[in-house]
């Protein structure tokens, strides 16, 4: 029986993710699993109503992520109400997973070996034990913390999470909800890490009706309040979206009150007076029209934190800050060698084809097993190997590196004589989270005593709404860095943006330079510097102060300790 409901987004989405779960549970191929997962999260992305997709016979493999697997079970899940395969895992898994299967986001074995240590066999025990830090107590802060984040209905993404859907959203206001222009403000404007809010500034004939229209946005979206200064929706993918009514004639004014943060916008009108009173009687149709009257350098929107932007701003001393054309380079990428899935020439070549003038391979040490590790003699033939390359190749150039483990005691996990060969090193933690804050800072000022030890890769270890990262006192390192002739990274992984914005500033500060990096697992990858100069900007770096804005016989002057 073809059931009457039309089916949102968000409900589909939660099916494909439930039956990603049971899949893990039976030890299915990790590549379908990720595909589930990927595709639900287009999904709840989408504006367009994926029941009404099917229904009308489109082609759903047109949509990134969709294979033509994931799409029957689509249309099976709208025409038939259910999927077939997800019935029969629950009907075969034990009742506490079938349980645990209402929370997709939970990883079923890390709960059953809960379940296990601390003698319990259900959610609200779970949440209870959590409750009571008995799960941090007996597990470690780590596994609280996904278990924090499985039970309670996050509305926080990631940033790059927040790029398609707000395409998604601006597409649909324009094509369906009679907006004449539609820009996301607020935090994802800012350039801020993990979006929980997002606020639209739209310009309309008709602000309700808009709104109104926005409810079929994605199938369903629910409308949560609604005014004639603003609405607030419960969006499938997570966050809440504000939408606010922007005039054309006052649309600079408006744009800059929904961009900045409370702190930037009271710096602000200590200088232009209150805003919303701008806003009824003053008529700035864009922002720049609005900086110049008050005689304001144009303040870029990744800078409208409240630091020293206002200052800096009436000074004209705000920085000019980073963009791609900047970069001459990329230091830190993984070949097949060891995780990475492309060659040494495919990754020279991508890195030529965005004009670059030199790439970094940065393969991993022996000790980091899971993603193979280089031997010494490993990395000697790489070190031949790039050498050779190095001759035939023009307009690029590889430059020898590792990612060079930093073991428990903070000794570098190749010895002296193979690092002296490379041209530099990428140093970083990826065991022993658990150490605490002393012990991880002064194993990371241990490794930076070797003078071969260069660039300080991720810093923290954090992994966005996922883990925290390991606590180390940056302040400390930032010193040793300063004294010893290092420098760090910020790691262009959208999942890491790592360092933060906010050490980045502390870095730049005390006048160390910072390398961008993609580490990159593929040629694809590269193109997600775009994060890492996102973050970059908002830590208001210009070419100045990144590492591989320099020529290479710059950096290799400068990593000579
Ligand atoms: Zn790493
Ligand atoms: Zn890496």
Redesign the pocket.
């Known amino acids: 029986m073809p059931p009457t409901a039309q089916l949102s987004n968000a409900e589909i989405a939660d099916r494909l993710s439930s039956l990603a779960q049971l899949l893990t549970v039976k030890g299915d191929n990790p590549y379908k699993i990720r595909a589930y997962r990927r595709a639900a999260s287009t999904i709840r992305g989408l504006g367009e109503s994926v029941d009404e997709l099917v229904r009308n016979e489109a082609d759903l493999t047109a949509y990134e992520g969709i294979g033509k697997a994931i799409a029957g079970s689509v249309r099976e899940i709208v025409l038939e109400g259910k999927l077939g395969t997800l019935e029969k895992l629950r009907a075969e898994v034990p009742p506490e997973v079938v349980a645990i299967n209402q929370h997709p986001r939970l990883d079923p074995k890390r709960v059953l070996r809960i379940y296990k240590k601390v003698g319990i066999s259900s959610i609200p025990e779970l949440r209870k034990a959590l409750d009571s830090g008995q799960i941090e107590e007996m597990l470690g802060a780590r596994m609280a913390q996904h278990i924090r984040q499985g039970l309670i209905e996050s509305s926080a993404i990631v940033l790059y999470h927040a790029h398609s859907l707000v395409a998604a959203i601006q597409h649909f206001l324009l094509k369906q909800c009679n907006v004449v222009r539609a820009i996301a403000a607020g935090d994802y404007r800012r350039c801020v890490e993990v979006i929980s809010n997002l606020d639209f500034v739209v310009e309309t004939p008709d602000f309700l009706a808009s709104a109104e229209s926005f409810q079929r946005f994605g199938g369903r979206t629910p409308m949560l309040e609604l005014t004639s200064k603003y609405a607030t929706f419960a969006l499938p993918s997570g966050p809440l979206l504000r939408m606010e009514p922007g005039a054309k004639q006052n649309w600079g004014v408006a744009l800059i009150r929904h961009t900045g943060s409370k702190t930037h916008l009271s710096r602000l009108t200590r200088v232009t007076g209150s805003l919303s009173d701008l806003e009824r009687t003053a008529s700035f149709s864009t922002e720049e029209a609005f900086y110049k009257r008050y005689e304001l350098q144009f303040i870029p929107p990744e800078l409208r934190e409240g630091l020293d932007e206002v200052h800096l701003a009436r000074e004209g001393k705000l920085p000019t800050l980073i963009t791609q054309e900047d970069l001459r380079g990329d230091l ?3 070949t097949e060698a ?2 990475g899935v492309d060659t040494l020439e495919q990754m020279a070549l991508a890195g030529k084809s965005r004009h670059y003038a030199y790439v970094g391979i ?3 040490s022996p000790s980091l097993k899971i ?1 193979n590790g280089l031997s010494v003699e490993r990395l000697k033939k790489q070190i031949r190997a790039i050498d050779k390359l190095n001759e035939k190749l023009s307009g690029i150039r590889l430059l020898k590196s590792a ?1 060079v483990d930093i073991l428990a005691d903070g000794a570098l996990d190749y010895p002296d004589e193979i690092l002296h060969e490379l041209d530099y090193t ?1 140093c ?1 933690i990826h065991s022993r989270f658990a150490m605490n804050k002393e012990q991880q800072t002064e194993r990371i000022l241990r490794a930076m005593d070797n003078r071969h030890f260069n660039i300080l ?2 810093a923290t270890g954090r992994l966005l709404l996922k883990r925290p990262g390991y606590e180390i006192d940056i302040e400390r390192v930032i010193k040793q860095a300063k004294q010893n002739g290092c420098f760090f990274e910020l ?1 262009s ?1 959208p999942d890491r943006l790592d360092v933060s914005a906010e050490n980045a500033r502390l870095i730049r500060e005390a006048g160390i330079l910072i390398a961008i ?1 993609t ?3 593929s040629t694809g990858e590269l193109a997600t510097m775009r994060f890492g100069l996102e973050q970059a900007r908002r830590a208001g770096l210009d070419k100045n102060s990144v590492l591989n804005t320099r020529s290479v016989s710059d950096i290799l002057k400068l990593f000579a300790r």
């Open positions: 830190h990428m993984h060891s995780d940065s393969d991993h993603a990612e990428v970083s890769g991720h790691n992984s990096s580490d990159s697992h």
